[in-house]
């Protein structure tokens, strides 16, 4: 087996001075007229994203979870952290998030320069889509600086491949069933099946 290193970033939060209050979008999911912290972002991703990391590191992947910091200052401290690693393991970074603008798909975005960021990205959506039916499928998507894409591809500058990762959209009807803790749960263990199975295509590279 493949062992690699997966860092999940927990996007939006820890971020220092004046963003330190920014959790990312929200919405009204359970329809009582109230978008409370628990419907934001930042304080949703944690349930898709322990689920993930309890997944990987059972199957016996090392798990760098990352929750603060500017995203430039993230990037350096994970660039930082690859040569801690031996150079034959395979290193993925997930940029962990929930879509908004009401659409009604999952998406996996990578570098458009990434080699291997289409193969990763497609594993897993190849798993959240087994998982969720809700969802009008999973796109895989070139993130590019200069498109509609260059939020997500702000979000993945770092060394180490990475997806920027959002299941669903927090303002879509499918929100309701998706963020539920079992949905959660079954998202987090699809985002890790996702990784594992492209660290063993890995094998001998
Ligand atoms: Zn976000």
Known sequence: MVQCV???????????????????AGAD?????????HEQEALLTPRYIW???????????IVIPI???????????????????????????????LNAGRGSYGSCFYDYRSRSGPELAARIAKQLRMVAPELNGVKCIAAKPDDWTRNAFATIQC???????????????????????????????????GIDA????????
């Open 29 to 37: 999911i359970d329809g009582d007229g109230i978008i409370e912290l």
């Open 159 to 193: 060394t180490p491949v990475a997806i920027c990762f959002e299941p669903f959209f927090i303002d879509a009807d499918h929100a309701v069933e998706l963020s539920t803790p079992e949905s959660m749960t079954a998202i987090g263990r699809s985002l890790a099946a």
């Open 6 to 24: 997966v860092y999940l970033d927990r996007q939006h939060s820890g971020k220092p001075g004046k963003r330190a209050k920014d959790t990312g």
């Open 67 to 97: 929750s603060d910091g500017s995203y430039t200052d993230r990037f350096r401290r994970i660039n930082s952290y690859v040569g801690t690693f031996p150079r034959h393991m395979p290193q993925v970074m997930i940029a962990c998030h």
């Open 198 to 205: 492209w660290a063993q295509t890995m094998e001998g590279k």
């Open 51 to 61: 689920a993930a990391e309890l997944a990987l590191r059972a199957a016996g992947h």
